[in-house]
């Protein structure tokens, strides 16, 4: 992943992207608080990819390497923080929830990025003061380095609704299902069932902000039926498909 010299956003900003719009890899010196109004925007590094909806934010730590991509139009909030202001103490990327208290504060911070007030710092308070209360979602695709599971991660990555268990995907890249098995859990931290999930839905945020329906994001996605994509959505992420399609 090439580094671009400069930082291609203000580390507090507000813009716009277009659906596949992109931010090639960066870094910031100063923490960053990422979220989408509106759309879909996914964080990826060298170490994996977060995704995050308009109820979700992504964290960056200073000095981490990332580009964005955004599926939808995207309304992106960028909150630049010093690194003395870490107030969940993270050291690698992450999702957070955004309740309705703190996606105004970080709409009202990033519409004056500039201004220099005491309004201003109190609002920054605030806003650290609800970071602090945020729950770590698990929204994220770690990458594989070992080559035998990386290739599985690729087939499935290129085709999440491939349902063949992992024992035949293990026959095709030439490596055992105990082997792949063992790697899912020590490089990934994940069993393989919990991986293709978390690619499932990803992919399905993905899908919903292109504006597919939720029947054909399901089986896109290998879901059996829409209801168990439905179930698994909400236990997830804590709304329904539908009530994230009207959103984005």
Known sequence: MSISRHQPVAPTSLRELAAGAGIDPHRHDDHQLVYAASGVLSLTTDRGRWIAPATRAIWIPAGTTHEHRAYGRTELHLVGLPTSANPLGLTEPAVLAVGPLLRELIVAYTKA???????????????????????????????????????????????????????????????????????????????????????RLQQALILLAEGQPVTTVATRCGWATPSAFIDVFRRTLGTTPGTLTRRV
């Open 113 to 199: 990025p500039d201004a220099s007030t005491p309004e201003r710092t109190r609002l920054r308070a605030v806003l650290l003061d609800q970071l602090r209360e945020s729950p770590l979602q698990p929204i994220v695709l770690p990458a594989a380095r070992d080559p035998r599971l990386a290739a599985v991660c690729a087939v499935l990555e290129a085709d999440p609704g491939d349902n063949r268990p992992l024992a035949e995907l293990g026959g095709e890249v030439g490596a055992s299902e105990r082997t792949l098995s063992r790697l899912f859990r020590a490089e990934l931290g994940l069993t393989f069932p919990q991986w293709r999930t978390q690619l």
